[in-house]
């Protein structure tokens, strides 16, 4: 059997807080396939970004481990591996941009020095040949003028070509996954576009696994086929994008979704005002307990809800969602 | 006044480099361009000095406590006859070169116990902080005398003695700087691309924590030189090169009687000390980007 690209079964990973130790990550699977693009989704603090970091080795020390499960990339065993290994991984075949493009970059290095720092590392280049591949880079990412911008710093730079660096930083190696950890919560609107048409065309050109973690449920759909919906650490819903948005089956998927306001849709209530999730995520305290998280937000919510919690049952057409009321809401 | 456009388009030009938009900066410090200067003669002086004026600092080529000026001889001379000029030229070179290379020691000792510290954390912290405070409480000219008096009086030795009772300031600031920094997202993002321990804390941590550093490095020479000068006042140096606290140290008992012995030498300890200082303040506002935004 040929492995999959990236496998991960029944991750659970702990954080220590002075509340005792809680898992931020609760029992989740999925899987990954060569070329194909994946996007978690949720709010602040669900797990999305820890999902990332024990993707990469990279919890914090100390505070944060894998309990339980595995993560395979291509047959190789990533939970718990030894750090030297993990390194190697690391920036060469999964790699990941983050959130805040205009803190990412290291002051004091122009961005020359810090693609071709990586090109170095794991490919062994020379300093000349990294420098000469460090400004095609930067070509690829559509910056102008790459030749001279090599040389440039980081304080020299806008907030969206930051973010092109920090991409061509990530894909210098020809990683065979790039995590982008909400690539452009920090971008005007305009530049988000020009980014996530940026990520997508390189995605074709190089045939780089994305897995996009974000809040935004419109550059889900323009940059994902499958998306995982994560609700206090927990997968809530798992399923094909397009069908997901149109049906969607646990009741936190639907409350996102129509946070989002649609040029065709009426979603607007009859106060004429935007639809919104009641009440706010549970405390770290409550995670790990047995009952839907969802519960308190839930206007579906019944006896059972706060008694047991609801496993993730697959359906028949691949859409896996975990809420106990899954009859009347697909009736309804 | 520019227009906005024009401003910021030379600021891009003058700025290629945070280094260099340091130096910009520097420029602009009357105070610490004057101590750049003296230093700079300071320096050119301990070098060529001798070469210039090659009277043998140890010859005694007159009799003794003749005031300055007096046949020729621009300082005078010491109780022993000896040009004081000669003294205080070759001298230079000694105080300079042992300022220096005690600042050397104590910065690599520091740095290396600093950045170790801030970066594991954990048990590692706590033992090197722990001893950290223990030589920041020993009484620092007193241990360094035992050292000197334990092991020789040699130039190497008085350096080591230095270095190893003043690093604790530059170790605390490094770690606290490592502590503050390793917590920064570029930090993450390197992690993140594969870069090794040592890499992360020499190549990516360390430079982005190197102006504190560097400032404490500069004002480290000048007590280094103040500290050097203690010693030999004591006696604790070696009898066969001259410097400026040796030279003080060897008439202090005439300070009555030919004053200008002591103070010349003294007068060469604070001026250099002082433009250390200065040139350490300089340093200080170009690199602190907090004091720069004001």
């Keep these: 059997m040929v492995d999959k690209l990236l496998e991960v079964k ?46 990469m080795g990279l919890l914090p020390e100390k505070v944060g481990r894998i309990a339980s499960g595995s993560i395979k990339f291509e047959g190789r065993q990533l939970a718990n591996a030894s750090s030297e290994d993990l390194r190697k991984i690391r920036g060469n075949e999964i790699s990941m941009i983050f959130q805040e493009p205009m803190t990412s970059l290291n002051p004091v290095l122009s961005v020359g020095e810090q ?54 930083m990530a894909l210098a190696c020809e990683p065979k996954i790039l ?57 809530c819903e798992i399923g094909e994008v397009a069908q997901v948005i149109k049906t969607p089956q646990h ?6 979704i129509s946070c989002v306001p649609h040029l065709d849709d009426a979603i607007i209530d009859a106060n004429n005002r935007l639809s919104e999730i009641p009440g706010i995520v549970p405390s770290l305290r409550e995670f790990g307990s047995n009952k839907c998280l969802f519960a308190s937000r839930c206007k579906h919510q019944m006896e059972q809800c706060r008694a047991e919690r609801p496993v993730l049952a697959q359906f028949s057409n691949k859409q896996a969602f975990a809420c106990w009321k899954r009859e009347i809401i697909d009736a309804g | 006044m520019m227009d906005r456009k024009t401003e910021n388009s030379e600021y891009l030009e003058q700025a290629s480099s945070p280094s260099a938009e340091a130096w910009e900066m520097f420029k602009r410090n009357h105070a610490a361009m004057a101590g750049l200067v003296i230093l700079f003669v300071i320096t050119i002086g301990s070098i060529f000095g001798p070469l210039i004026y090659p009277t043998d600092p140890f010859d005694m080529v007159w009799a003794p406590f003749s005031p300055p000026g007096e046949e020729g001889y621009l300082f005078g001379t010491d109780y022993l006859g000896r ?70 009086a040699s130039l190497t030795m008085i350096t080591i003695a230095i270095g190893i009772v003043s690093w604790t300031a530059v170790a605390r600031i490094t770690r606290s700087e490592f502590l503050r920094i390793r917590e920064l997202e570029y930090v993450m993002a390197s992690r993140a691309s594969g870069v090794s321990n040592t890499k992360l804390m020499f190549g990516i941590i360390l430079p982005n924590a190197l102006p504190p550093i560097i400032v404490q490095s500069a004002l480290m020479v000048g007590s280094a030189i103040l500290f050097e000068a203690g010693l030999s006042f004591l006696g604790l140096t070696d009898p066969n090169v001259v410097s400026w606290g040796q030279i003080i140290g060897s008439n202090r008992q005439y300070i009555l009687d030919a004053s200008y012995t002591v103070t010349i030498p003294g007068i060469a300890i604070f001026v250099t000390v002082l433009a250390i200082s200065l040139v350490g303040d300089g340093l200080n506002d170009a690199l602190n980007p907090k004091l720069r935004a004001r």
């Design chain 1, 10 to 55: 029944n991750l659970r990973v702990e954080l220590q807080t002075k509340d005792g130790v809680v898992p931020v990550i609760d029992d989740l699977s999925f899987d990954l396939d060569y070329g194909e693009s994946l996007s978690f989704v949720g709010e602040s603090g669900c797990g999305k970004s820890m999902t990332a970091l024990a993707l």
């Design chain 1, 179 to 235: 995590i982008a950890d909400e690539p452009t919560t920090a971008l005007d609107v305009t530049v988000q576009a020009q980014i996530f048409g940026l990520l997508k065309d390189l995605q074709t050109k190089t045939g780089t696994s994305i897995i996009l973690i974000t809040h935004d449920m419109g550059a889900v759909a323009q940059m994902a086929r499958k998306m995982i919906v994560m609700y206090a650490g927990r997968p």
């Design chain 2, 83 to 152: 040009d004081l000029l000669a003294m205080v030229i070759h001298g230079a070179r000694v105080s300079l070169v042992i300022g220096l290379s005690a600042a050397i020691v104590s910065i690599f000792i520091g740095v290396t116990i600093g950045a170790l510290a801030g970066f594991y954390r954990g048990y590692i912290e706590e033992i090197l902080m722990r001893v950290t405070e223990f030589f920041q409480v020993l009484p620092t000219l007193l241990f360094s005398m035992v050292i000197v008096a334990l092991f020789g």
């Design chain 1, 115 to 168: 693609i071709s720092e990586v090109l170095r590392l794991h490919q062994k280049m020379s300093v000349n040949s990294a420098w000469k591949r460090a400004e095609d880079l930067l070509d690829a990412v559509n910056i102008p003028d790459p030749k001279r911008r090599v040389h440039d710093y980081p304080f020299q730079m806008s907030g969206g070509q930051r973010q092109r660096v920090m991409i061509a």
């Design chain 1, 251 to 256: 009741p936190y998927t639907t409350g996102l």
